[in-house]
């Protein structure tokens, strides 16, 4: 890897903006830094090396070795030769070593004592008179401040980062600023001052020479644009930042930022492809013991892999917002559950291990649920839970939300209500997956309400353009269910402008579109819903297909052709049972046993039929409610007809009279 022109924790070895006095007088053994480090906090009287600092050669070796671990990306090595000998009475520190030992007290999970020493290194590089390094110190404790939830005194750092850098000759210091300035505006929704920041960053990295700092800048650029609309060019500089993740041209640091920048980016942005390519990538970096480059495309891990499981944290700053998009102390909501519901998971988080790893791991859980991999993807987010760091907690909640979608996909509503109510806890609005859980539930007011609220509450959908479509498809859904056909239309509409020709949002826009068809009895339905099963199909999204074959089934049966219906059925029935969608899975096979009966004993309604294949395979009346989106009274009363016309007495007599009659 070169050596960056600014390291992402300035080290002793790689800090750009260092005073020219500093590294002049570490080179004659003596430190006026180091003095200024002793008068700002330092320990030790006067704080320098050699005779005078009664620090011996041997103090100098440990600083000299921890700098060299530093140089390795070695931080739990760094840390422990810095902090013994910072303890020392008298032995000081330079603002540069102070600078590494924040760095080092960072990915050791050390966050209070990372502060702690970057005070001290920016009191030392202003007493120095070096306002680049002080420039540098303050952006740093904005950026860690914003980790530890204390908004107002990370703007008064960034304050005094402005104050060191605005009024100096371009330099690297300064990208930091115009990165903050890019998401600021971006956050206003000032999309040409976000770009205008963003090229400045560029500017200013093209004359660092500093790999990380360029890598970070085409991505800041490319998020601004992918925001006002303009994918191609957005996509062309996201590849070309990632490329130098994938070549091992990046510190530790950056390869983490942009990895989960990166990953939010994709999936807000619905580009499933590079989501999967990424996350695995993201993944074997993280893996334990984690190198210091990402691994060559042929040694990474298929989506199906699992990684080894490792312990818990829960802190960083949130994942995809710029400055706040990595990691950093520990917590997560009171009595978290495991994935099922169970009790809280312990906190615990082994020094040295990747900060990183909880975010990338709760993105991944996102691309594993989406290709199916449940059980996986399961597991995955009760681990994301316990590794994500404190001030990255919406990549928590994501992972909850992810939890909570695969459960109430198999009917695990409890457990889906507890998960989502967690994502809720963490600041996540649950939706659209809530309201779907309320639907399955027959609370079908209370579905149409919170998916007209969330989509109400969106902003701007150029940001996230995969939140809004699924919104959009959940309201044509719950829509279609309460036969409010007009507003599912509206619905669908305004997901087919949305979705352009992106593969994800196009297949999401084909099958409402094809719902909605089917409902208005149009003979556009099935060439609308076989194209959004080669959508999802060329995806390798199943259970999405899987629910469009039923689509598919219904268009087939209303033009009369049974044969084509039951192989969509039979189809669709063998993916639910393989993923575990219980509900789902029910209907399928219910729908497939009473396809080839027209003639219904006792006068039975199609509709008591559908009840009774249910009860004859088990179902409870909360089970059937749930399947047919239809309340525990109306089951009730179904079950009341069926029982008169049939003249049995129990649901065993019922479901006798159901195998005896071919129903099942």
């Known amino acids: ?178 990165w903050s300035d890019a998401e600021e505006a971006q956050a206003h929704g000032d999309h040409e001052a976000a770009l205008a920041a963003a090229r400045r960053m560029t500017g200013l990295a093209l004359g660092s020479g500093s790999p990380d700092l360029l890598a970070l800048s085409r991505q800041a650029e490319s998020r601004v644009l992918f925001a006002a609309g303009h994918r191609t060019e957005a996509v062309a500089l996201l590849d070309d930042a990632m490329c130098a993740v994938s070549a091992g041209e990046l510190s530790g640091m950056f390869t983490g930022w942009l990895y989960c920048l990166a990953l939010t980016q994709c999936m807000e942005a619905a580009d499933f492809g590079r989501a999967v390519e990424w996350t695995n990538a993201a993944m074997e970096w993280c893996a334990p013991p984690w190198p210091l480059h990402p691994p060559a495309d042929d040694a990474r891990p298929k989506a199906t892999d699992g990684p080894a499981a490792s312990p818990r944290t829960v802190e960083g700053p949130a994942a995809g917002t710029g400055p706040t998009a990595t990691a950093g102390a520990r917590t997560e909501p009171a009595g978290a559950p495991e994935a099922s519901g169970g009790g809280p998971l312990p906190m615990a988080v082994p020094s040295g291990e990747n900060p990183f790893r909880g975010v990338c791991r709760a993105h991944r859980v996102e691309v594993l649920d989406l290709l199916g991999v449940w059980a996986l993807a399961e597991a995955e987010a009760r681990q994301a839970c316990r590794e994500v760091p404190v001030d990255c907690l919406e990549s928590a909640a994501a992972a909850y939300y992810a939890a909570g979608d695969i459960q109430r996909r198999q009917g695990r509503l409890d457990a889906a209500a507890v998960s989502y109510g967690h994502a809720h806890e963490l600041g996540r609005l649950p939706q659209p997956g809530l309201a779907l859980l309320r639907l399955a539930q027959g609370r079908a007011d209370a579905a149409v309400a919170g998916i007209a609220l969330a989509l109400a509450c969106r902003g701007d959908p150029q940001h996230d353009l995969l939140g809004r479509a699924r919104l959009l498809a959940a309201r044509a859904e719950v829509a279609l269910a309460v036969r409010d056909v007009p507003g599912a239309a509206d619905a669908a509409a305004e997901l087919d402008a949305l979705a352009g020709e992106v593969p994800l949002l196009r297949a999401l826009a084909d099958t409402a579109l094809g719902a ?149």
Not at 76 to 93: F, I
Not at 542 to 568: F, I, K, N, S, T
Not at 572 to 579: G, K, Q, S, Y
């Open 1 to 178: 890897m070169s050596a960056p022109t600014i390291h992402p924790r300035p080290t002793a070895a790689e800090t750009a903006g260092a005073a020219e006095t500093a590294e002049v007088a570490r080179a004659a053994g003596t430190s006026g830094a180091t003095e200024a480090s002793g008068a700002a906090g330092g320990s030790g009287p006067s704080g320098a090396y050699g005779p005078s600092g009664a620090s011996g050669p041997s103090g100098a070796d440990v600083v000299e070795r921890a700098r060299d671990a530093a140089g390795r990306e070695s931080w739990a090595e760094a840390y422990a030769l810095l902090h013994a000998h910072d303890l020392h009475p008298s032995r000081g520190l330079t603002a540069d070593d102070l600078s590494v030992l924040a760095d080092a007290a960072w990915w050791s999970g050390h966050v209070d004592e990372s502060v702690t020493a970057r005070l001290r290194a920016h009191a030392a590089f202003l007493a120095a008179g070096d306002h680049r390094g002080a420039g540098l110190a303050s952006w740093w404790l904005h950026y860690e401040y914003l980790g530890l939830g204390r908004p107002a005194a990370a703007a008064g750092w960034l304050h005094r980062a402005r104050h060191h850098l605005e009024g100096l000759p371009d330099c690297p210091e300064q990208c930091f600023l115009a």
């Open 516 to 664: 909605v068809a089917l409902a208005e009895r149009s003979g556009d339905a099935p060439r609308l819903l076989r194209r959004a099963l080669a959508g999802w199909l060329e995806l390798r999204v199943p259970y999405e297909a899987a629910q469009v074959r039923m689509l598919l089934a219904a268009a087939d049966r209303a033009v009369g052709d049974q044969e084509a219906a039951r192989l969509e059925l039979g189809t669709a029935r063998a993916v639910f049972e393989r993923l575990g969608a219980v509900p789902d899975a029910r209907r399928a096979a219910a729908l497939l046993s009473g396809g080839s009966r027209r003639r219904l004993p006792g006068g039975l309604t199609a509709r008591e039929a559908e009840v009774l294949r249910l009860v004859a395979t088990g179902g409870t009346n909360k089970d059937i409610a749930r399947s047919l989106v239809i309340s525990e009274h109306t089951v009730a009363r179904h079950l009341n007809n069926i029982f008169a016309k049939l003249g049995v007495g129990s649901r065993a007599a019922a479901t006798a009279a159901a195998y005896a009659h071919g129903l099942v």
